[in-house]
Nanobody, 126 residues
Framework: QVQLVESGGGSVQAGGSLRLSCAVSEYTASSYCMGWFRQVPGKQREGVAAIDSDDSTSYANSVKGRFTISRDNAKRTLYLQMNSLKPEDTAMYYC????????????????????WGQGAQVTVSS
């Protein structure tokens, strides 16, 4: 079963940048759809970005032009580069690995929790 470990979260002022990383335990995950979603307590989960096995990407409108998702299959790592951060980007960010490809289909419906990382907190102050 795939294991995902996020790193790179932290606190930053508005306008700043952070890069999240997600280390993946299985080499076979290079064939998976992968992505990021974020969660604020009391609010609905929001899909942020997805990258498919062919490296095609998609983004939520709220982050388009500011966030970039990428993957390095040789390092078995997924990235989320976040620029021009805003206070409303404050959330816990989770990476997901989806062997079924549903997360990359446009609706950002995440796989079961066994395919999530533990989360990385991002806090953006104004």
């Amino acid at each position: 079963q795939v294991q995902l470990v996020e790193s790179g979260g932290g606190s930053v002022q508005a306008g700043g940048s952070l890069r999240l990383s997600c280390a993946v335990s299985e080499y076979t995950a290079s064939s998976y759809c992968m992505g990021w979603f974020r969660q604020v307590p009391g609010k609905q989960r929001e899909g942020v970005a997805a990258i498919d096995s062919d490296d095609s990407t998609s983004y939520a409108n709220s982050v388009k032009g500011r966030f970039t998702i990428s993957r390095d299959n040789a390092k078995r790592t997924l990235y989320l580069q976040m620029n021009s951060l805003k206070p409303e980007d404050t959330a816990m960010y989770y990476c997901v690995a989806d062997p079924w490809g549903v997360y990359c289909s446009g609706d950002y419906l995440p796989p079961p929790p066994d395919y999530w990382g533990q989360g990385a907190q991002v806090t953006v102050s104004s």
